[in-house]
Nanobody, 125 residues
Framework: QVQLVESGGGLVQPGGSLTLSCVGS????????MNWYRQTPGKERERVAS????????DYVDSVKGRFTISRDNAKNTVYLQMNNLKPEDTAVYFC??????????????????WGQGIQVTVSS
């Protein structure tokens, strides 16, 4: 059974930091591009950060560049999102997503991605 389980969310003050973790099981973690998305009520889910299967390449939405860092440990089947200098507009439910790849950023189109259940991050004073 495939599972993605996020942890590390919570309440933090503006300017603070949090690290999210997502542990995968039931699939070959190292064959997947890993992504972090976020969603707020009434808005579409937004991709925040992505990392290739080997961890050699990363990509971020402009609004988090310089503040967030995505990383992975394939030996632990875990992807991380280090979030620094958090702002109230970062408040959202954060989800991890696994997308099957053959190499680099190439996503296998006929295989549905896996999603975690989401975790709340609230930035407020």
């Amino acid at each position: 059974q495939v599972q993605l389980v996020e942890s590390g969310g919570g309440l933090v003050q503006p300017g603070g930091s949090l690290t999210l973790s997502c542990v995968g099981s039931g699939f070959t973690f190292s064959d997947y591009i890993m992504n972090w998305y976020r969603q707020t009520p009434g808005k579409e889910r937004e991709r925040v950060a992505s990392i290739t299967d080997t961890g050699d390449n990363t990509d971020y939405v402009d609004s988090v560049k310089g503040r967030f860092t995505i990383s992975r440990d394939n030996a632990k089947n875990t992807v991380y999102l280090q979030m620094n200098n958090l702002k109230p507009e970062d408040t959202a439910v954060y989800f991890c997503k696994a997308a099957r790849t053959l190499m680099g950023w190439y996503v296998v189109s006929n295989q549905p991605p896996y999603w975690g259940q989401g975790i709340q991050v609230t930035v407020s004073s």
